[in-house]
């Protein structure tokens, strides 16, 4: 008879299967959601914003634990001034508290803290607070935590032109010599590779304003959970995921 129900193997259904050997090198997740997670649940948005900080850590150690390289997330933006000046004050809070609290096992993890934005831009306890957790972990080479603080996708490229023009300017540059390296090379990203895969969590279908120049081949992952629920498993899924995905660049397959 016809067995409707295929045989599948339990452990294949349960444990999403990740080739080690094809691993994004790259993965930048836009942290939505907070504000969603602590109304449900009726609780002040410090604390949706405080419980994310919780999903980065779980994150951050699988990563480290899984190999992948870079890791870049979007922990506050250029528009995120506009928020009341109380959650803007908690936000740059947690940053401080994470980078205090975290410092210890990320050095034991091999984790080295960058950040790309105007981070000077930030408050000085916070920049300080950024400034010193870069200079510790330094010299750690398992996986590079990026914290994108006072970024903007526009304002990086805007950026850029300036710093570009100005060399033109000053005769220091032949325009004619400025291709898609040389104009990566002056984005805050110089030197990282784009990332392979972009996570979007809270089922938004938008990119924010978030590395705009650098996810022109990304693969897009988004789903409906808010950033404070995310955890490894979600992380495991997307990246099953992206294994599945040919990824052509604009060529077609051999
Ligand atoms: C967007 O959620 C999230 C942010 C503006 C901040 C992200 C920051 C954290 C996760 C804090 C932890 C980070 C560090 C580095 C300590 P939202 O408030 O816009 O959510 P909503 O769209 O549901 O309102």
New binding site residues.
Partial sequence: MFNRKPHRNKRAVEEPQIDKSRLPVHVAI??????????QRGVP?VM???A??E??RDVVRYCAETGILILT?????TE?WK?PQD?VSN?MG??V???SKEIQELNDNGVRIKSIGQVDGLPSDAYEALMAAEDKTKENKRLTLN?A?NYGGRLEILEAVRKLAHEAHEGRLDPASIDESLFASALYTAGIPDPDLLIRP?G?FRLSNFLLWQIAYTELWITPV???DFRRSHLEQAIVDYQCRERRFGGRKS
Wanted: charged share 25%; net charge positive; proline share 3%.
């Fill in positions: 836009i942290m939505d959601g907070n504000g969603r997670w602590a109304k948005k949706g914003h405080r994310g900080a999903s980065l997330a979007y922990a506050f933006s995120n928020r959650e936000l947690l940053l508290e994470y980078l914290l603080l809270a938004e808010l950033w404070p």
